[in-house]
């Protein structure tokens, strides 16, 4: 049975986040390796333009979660899961939706990859003093002197960092000083070109 009409039919023909009854169409949840219906939803138009980000959020459209955020159908659930996520950033209601919620265990790790997916695309990325993007990799060197706290010593200005990490804070970087690893605030570097001449 094509999944479009598996889910016309598990959905009685309606949106199964807001119930709209037109413009229906096939969302895969991601991750998707092989399409099936189980592993999609039916949405409507206004729902489906909102969950690609193609159009911006109507909050109060996804009120139409307290409902279906019940539905029995993981699929469901678990897009339900991501959109409250999204809305609890600002909205308190859906923060209190979220911590109601009930899913499976298959349910949940499923919906926490799209979270974990949704957060690294909206990361910031690390910068340095020029907002030149940081890559783990990548060489620096420092713009002013610094006190390395614990270390015992000043790195001058002009100090190449080589071979920088990333951290969870775009501010922050790890590198070697002297032979000895700390963590750098970006502004205080700048990226080293690649070829030096
Ligand atoms: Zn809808």
């Known amino acids: 049975m094509p999944i479009k009409t598996a889910l016309l039919e598990r959905s009685n023909c309606t949106c199964e986040l807001c119930g709209a009854s037109d413009n229906l169409s096939v969302f895969e949840v991601p991750p998707v390796v092989e399409p099936n219906s189980d592993k999609s939803v ?35 659930q678990v897009t339900a899961f991501r959109m409250l996520t999204r809305l609890a950033v600002t909205e308190g209601w859906a923060q209190d939706l979220l911590d109601m919620m009930y899913m ?9 990859y799209g979270v ?18 940081l890559a783990a990799g990548d060489n620096v060197t420092l713009i002013k002197d610094l006190d390395v706290k614990g270390g015992n010593f000043t790195a001058k200005r002009g100090t190449p ?31 080293m070109p690649l070829f030096e001449d």
């Open 161 to 191: 960092v080589r071979n920088i990490s990333l951290t969870d804070n775009p501010e922050h970087i790890e590198g070697r000083v002297n032979g000895v690893r700390i963590v750098l605030l970006t502004c205080y570097l700048k990226k």
């Open 104 to 112: 499976e265990d298959e349910a949940k790790a499923w919906a926490d």
């Open 116 to 133: 974990a997916a949704d957060n690294i695309e909206e990361a910031a990325p690390t910068r340095d003093s020029n907002g030149t993007i």
């Open 42 to 76: 039916l949405v409507c138009e206004t729902c489906l333009s909102q969950i690609e980000k193609n159009t911006d959020m109507n909050n109060n459209h996804w009120r139409c979660l307290n409902d279906s955020m019940w539905s029995q159908v993981p699929a469901v």
